[in-house]
């Protein structure tokens, strides 16, 4: 199966959140106008990781996004 990432961020389901490529890596971003933060993968290819992965890999940056609110409210982070 061939990985996109429209198909990986609508399976995450969060519309704050971005899946971009960079020089030898692939990250997520969030940016809700309030929080912004980004999560790097290190891997080459987008699929080097399995649907699945990518989506473990997104689902886990949106619970570290959702601690910060909530231990320091809604202002921004980085």
């Known amino acids: 199966m061939i990985v996109r990432t429209a198909t990986i961020l609508k399976r995450i389901g969060n519309e704050h959140l971005s899946l971009h490529c960079g ?3 692939w990250f997520f971003n ?7 933060e ?3 993968v290190y891997t080459m290819r ?3 990781l ?3 992965q990518w ?6 940056f949106i619970k570290q996004i959702e ?4 231990t320091h409210g809604s202002t921004q982070t980085t």
């Open 67 to 70: 601690e910060v609110r909530r």
């Open 23 to 25: 020089a030898g890596y």
């Open 50 to 52: 399995s649907l699945d």
């Open 46 to 48: 987008l699929n080097d």
């Open 38 to 40: 980004t999560d790097s």
């Open 30 to 36: 969030f940016d809700d106008g309030d929080i912004f």
């Open 55 to 60: 989506m473990a890999e997104g689902r886990v």
